[in-house]
């Protein structure tokens, strides 16, 4: 099993430019989850997926765009880029199934995005 | 809200003990859990307390009272390797599904 995988791994844009980051899992786990992570910040929630089909807010969701394609896949979108963006952007999984060991988020490798 | 206090970096020995402290506000809650995190890694999963008391795995332990919305992670025999970051996250429930809210994470350096 691969876990959560990430691409791309490394991303350079310009301002004003898109793009999607990607995100799998091969856990069949209900729930999914998109971070960023800044220095000194900890990580913050961006978006969240409960089940396939829905989509929630999280803490820090301006400028961002989510797809729950399948139960596999959780996309995020950069619409329109700005250096504020600039961070690393953690995807995670977990069963969700209702709370205790099995609400365990399983982390991707992480992708490291510069806007300039 | 949530809100969640560390410490923002802790030094130790190697062979020494360490604790590193959580304190929380939020609604909701329901659990805490324990992350580490090596420079450049992700983030994965230590230890999990639902109910108040102590938790051991291993090297590492984690305790949380409830009352007192305050939970540590106590590291045993401390290795180089576990030169790390360390995030406590609280459980939440929401009408959406279950989330965490991380803390902003103890830089853990363990000298010779």
């Known amino acids: 099993n691969a876990g959560v995988t990430q691409t791309p791994k490394f991303q350079v844009l310009k301002t004003g430019q898109s793009m999607t980051l990607q995100c799998a899992q091969d856990?069949?786990?209900?729930?999914m989850y998109w971070y960023r992570q800044d220095p000194g910040m900890g990580l913050r929630l961006i978006y969240y997926?409960?089940?396939?089909?829905?989509?929630d807010k999280g803490e820090v969701p301006n400028g961002y765009n989510v797809s729950r394609l399948n139960k596999r896949e959780f996309s995020l979108r950069l619409e329109s880029a700005a250096p504020s963006q600039t961070s690393v952007y953690f995807c995670?999984?977990?069963?969700?199934?209702?709370?205790?060991?099995?609400?365990?988020?399983?982390f991707g490798p992480g992708t490291r995005l510069t806007v300039l | 809200g949530q809100s969640l206090e560390q410490p923002s970096e802790v030094t130790a020995v190697e062979g020494a003990i360490v604790q590193i402290n959580c304190t929380y506000q939020?609604?909701?809650?329901?659990?805490l859990s324990w992350y580490q995190q090596h420079d450049g890694g992700a983030p994965t999963f230590l230890s999990y307390n639902a109910l108040d008391g102590l938790e051991e795995t291993g090297r590492f332990s984690s305790f949380l009272s409830r009352s007192d919305s305050y939970g540590y992670l106590l590291l045993q025999e401390l290795q180089m390797k576990d030169s790390a970051s360390y995030f406590c996250?609280?459980?939440?429930?929401?009408?959406?599904?279950?989330?965490?809210?991380f803390g902003t994470g103890t830089q853990l350096k363990v000298e010779l």
């Open positions: 995670a999984s977990s069963d969700g199934g209702g709370g205790g060991p099995t609400d365990t988020q399983y």
């Open positions: 997926s409960a089940s396939e089909g829905t989509t």
């Open positions: 939020t609604s909701g809650f329901y659990g």
């Open positions: 856990m069949n786990h209900n729930s």
């Open positions: 996250a609280v459980h939440i429930l929401t009408g959406g599904g279950n989330k965490l809210t």
